[in-house]
């Protein structure tokens, strides 16, 4: 047997077309095709790539007790590869989502840390060898503290 890679992550949600437009909107994933599956949901793809992000909203998103979840839980975050370091953010900060940021010590790595709508932490993860600029500089209170939590994602950041 060998594992060969993450097929994909799914999501539960309270706000299935919140949590479409951040994956769309805030990341620029695109909106695919999804099967009826007789619930409601979405898929959402990275450009022309299968669908890594399922969402799912209605009653097989909610718990025993009645509610959707919020947050990761035991999952403390899904890290995405991107790229365009300067456009994320800018789109990350013109929406009003609180963030952080890190540089990967020894490494060429630059990270964004921001929630989606169900409070899901993404890493968004860029190789600065690749963004054709120095690598940037985090304001102190922007550092990202792992165990250290912030923002909330339902009271996006002014």
Same mark, same amino acid.
């Given at each position: 047997m060998q594992v060969t890679g993450l097929f994909h992550v799914a999501i539960k949600t309270n706000d299935l077309d919140a949590t479409v437009k951040f994956y769309t909107e805030v990341l620029g994933m695109k909106l695919v095709h999804r099967p009826d599956f007789g619930f409601p949901g979405a898929w959402i793809a990275a450009g022309d790539s299968i669908p890594i992000i399922h969402i799912y909203a209605g009653g097989p998103a909610l718990g025993a007790d009645g509610k959707t979840p919020y947050g990761t839980s035991a999952l403390d975050h899904?890290?995405?590869?991107i790229k365009g370091w300067d456009e994320c953010?800018?789109?990350v900060k013109r929406l009003g989502y609180d963030w952080r940021a890190a540089i990967?010590?020894?490494t060429s790595l630059w990270q964004i840390f921001v929630h989606d709508p169900s409070g899901v932490m993404m890493e968004l993860?860029?190789? !600065?060898? +690749?963004? !054709?600029?120095?690598?940037?500089e985090i304001p102190a209170?922007?550092?990202?503290? +792992?165990g250290q939590p912030f923002g909330? +994602?339902? +009271?996006k950041a002014a």
């Open positions: 899904v890290s995405l590869t953010l800018e789109r990967v010590p020894g993860t860029f190789d !600065g060898k +690749a963004e !054709g600029r120095p690598t940037p209170d922007r550092v990202y503290m +792992a909330n +994602a339902r +009271a």
